[in-house]
């Protein structure tokens, strides 16, 4: 065996030297230091997400080609890696927190063991090698939703998340053993070849089927996104965020891999209406629903829901113009969701208050945590100055690249629906700025980490958008990366 | 009797119909792992007639089959033990009372 191969692997071997780094630490200091070990560990992995920014961008395969890296494939992964980094940032101070302390080890480890499964998702050109990272992305992802031991909340919506999660797991394979069935291999490659000799066959049909609704279950597209809500508020917020932006995205990618990669050949044939339907539903259902929630991580997770809509545009347009799309807009609603969900977690973190209604006022008392989520607002929202604008301008005009009238009827619906959003994005807005209110939440100082991470979210909400070197650069990557 | 293919093929997706038809109406969460469970290896089962009766050369789906049982196993160490939790602060597994978040 050539060992040599390994050394393509430079993502997986970093985030693998920071776990192991963060286990030892975590096992074996004495108990004097264990209070550092939340930082040192965020200080470790902003290393290597920086040096991950340097490592060489070129097409190379492993294990005779189960796994594959190319430009666009480490882009994504370090995109992934910004967004854990804010994760792990603004999570350190509910893990230095009293009831959480003694487990603070075992949060980390997990976090990073599924950002391990996830690189392999993306890179994965072998179904084999593709389910066992999703399943090391969501396994140990249930474990964190049940992290709060005391609360009833968080064992709920673990065992909505793992028996869903299962389920969809099971009906994704039962897709993938009829590929198998018809393919005879399990490469992403010979699958393509198989598909294109067995168009039209009601086989084909039915496995594609069942993969597109395995996957969006992970992305939680509407008809499989009931999990979605309940999760999203029982779990611990730093969960929450995490799914809601790394997990999500990861997802997406892998779903943009295994769509074009293994079934491309049958795209008009086969899934390119399926997926058009699910975009469908997904936007306008994610929508209208999150118009009454009245929880603030319930009425992000609806959000996130429409949101998913959006980014499966990039995966339907089938084009490079479609996944550089795609990566930047994950990028965009890595910073603008954080940006959320990190004024909720401080303020959830100072006063235990999650309701939209708590939140009136609070440009009164607490202006700069007002000011942020203003802007996060608007960048989900996808008014011009701020970076949501342009990732939906990029992932718009890249499903319209093929110029055929579906698609701009897509597009349109599309529109339509932020449109729809704008109204409950700015309902927040009005309740910090204009709704009145006699006990509003009192002014208080947030932990340096946590507005270290906002800053960062900040101004990568203002920056990202203007700075159009790294849409370009993304564009690059995606077509010199070999995927169409 | 010659054993073909779809003698194996036919249970497998009743088993897989039952498990799902299981895990919509049990009330109990054990018995809702049961059925994911039965789920799991019927597509276990499907792996493996395929490479036994379609491509008898070579092991991927034999391979697939095993690391799929693997996986299994990991999900229902897990799902016991949030199971157990479960039943550590509400009393019960039954379905029916995990519904303090919903809509």
């Keep these: 065996m050539d060992y040599s191969q390994f050394l393509f692997m430079h993502h997986e071997i970093g985030v693998l030297i920071v776990f192991l780094l963060v286990f030892l630490f975590d096992t074996f200091l004495p108990a004097r230091y264990q209070s550092k070990l939340a930082v040192t560990s965020c200080v470790l992995f902003g290393i290597y997400t ?32 910004v967004g854990m980094f804010i994760v792990l940032l603004q999570s350190i101070q509910w893990n230095n927190s009293d009831h959480e302390v003694i487990r603070r080890g ?6 990073l063991v599924t950002l391990f499964g996830m690189y392999l998702m993306v890179s994965a050109r072998h179904f084999l090698l593709f389910v066992i990272g999703l399943e090391t992305a969501s396994l140990p992802l249930a474990a964190l939703v049940a992290f709060e031991k005391k609360q009833y909340e968080s064992h709920e919506a673990a065992v909505k998340y793992l028996f869903t999660a299962v389920f969809s797991s099971a009906i994704y394979m039962l897709g993938l053993s009829f590929v198998y ?5 399990l490469y992403f490659n010979d699958i393509a070849v198989a598909c294109g000799l067995a168009e039209g066959s009601m086989l084909l049909y039915v496995a594609l089927a069942f993969v597109v609704a395995g996957i969006g279950f992970k992305i939680s597209l509407v008809p499989f996104h009931l999990w979605t809500a ?18 999500k995205g990861a997802a997406a990618f ?65 084009n490079a113009t479609g996944i550089a799309a795609l990566s930047y807009y994950v990028l ?30 609070l440009y009164k008392t607490n202006p700069k945590l007002a000011f942020a989520m203003m802007l996060a607002m608007f960048s989900l929202g996808g008014i011009p100055p701020f970076a949501g604008f342009f990732s939906k301008f990029f992932i718009f005009s890249s499903a319209l690249a093929e ?11 599309a529109l339509i629906n932020t449109i729809v959003s704008l109204y409950y994005y700015l309902l927040v807005v009005k309740a910090m700025f204009i709704n009145p209110n006699d006990n509003p939440i009192p002014t208080f100082r947030s932990h340096w980490t946590e507005r270290a991470g906002l800053v960062i979210c900040v101004a990568g909400v203002l920056l990202i958008g203007l700075v159009s070197c790294i849409y370009t650069f993304l564009n690059q990557a995606a077509s010199v990366s070999q995927l169409f | 009797m010659d054993l073909t293919l779809l003698y194996y093929l ?44 379609l491509f008898p050369g070579q092991m991927e789906g034999m391979f697939f089959a095993l690391f799929a049982i693997a996986i299994a196993a990991a999900e229902t160490a897990l799902a016991i033990a949030i199971v157990i939790n479960i039943f550590r602060v509400a009393k019960s597994v039954d379905v029916q009372n995990l519904t303090k978040m919903k809509f």
């Design chain 2, 10 to 53: 036919v249970p497998s997706i009743i088993m897989f119909a039952c498990g799902v038809y299981g895990f919509i109406t049990r009330k109990n969460l054990i018995a809702i792992l049961i059925s994911l469970e039965l789920m799991l290896n019927s597509i276990d089962i499907n792996f493996v007639v395929f490479n036994r009766f």
């Design chain 1, 403 to 413: 110029g055929s009238v579906a698609m701009y009827v897509l597009v349109l619906i």
């Design chain 1, 181 to 185: 069935g018809f393919a005879g291999s």
């Design chain 1, 230 to 247: 309940d999760v999203y508020q029982g779990a611990p917020t730093s969960v929450t965020s995490y799914l809601s932006v790394v997990s």
């Design chain 1, 106 to 111: 075992e949060f980390i480890e997990l976090m």
């Design chain 1, 254 to 318: 892998a779903a943009f891999i295994v769509l074009t990669q293994a079934f491309g050949t049958v795209y008009s044939a086969v899934w390119e209406w399926m997926l058009y339907a699910l975009i469908i539903l997904t936007i306008t259902i994610g929508n209208l629903f999150a118009i009454r929630q009245t929880n603030m991580k319930r009425f992000l997770a609806f959000s996130s829901i429409s949101q998913a809509g959006y980014i499966m545009l990039g995966v339907i347009a089938f």
């Design chain 1, 332 to 361: 965009i609603y890595v910073v603008s969701n954080l940006t959320a969900f990190g004024v909720i977690q401080a303020i959830e973190n100072a006063t235990d208050k999650v309701d939209m209604t708590d939140y009136n006022g």
């Design chain 1, 50 to 81: 920086v040096l991950s920014f340097f490592t060489p961008l070129d097409n190379a395969e492993a294990f005779s080609g189960m796994f594959v890296t190319s430009p666009i494939v480490a882009s994504i992964k370090n995109i992934l890696n």
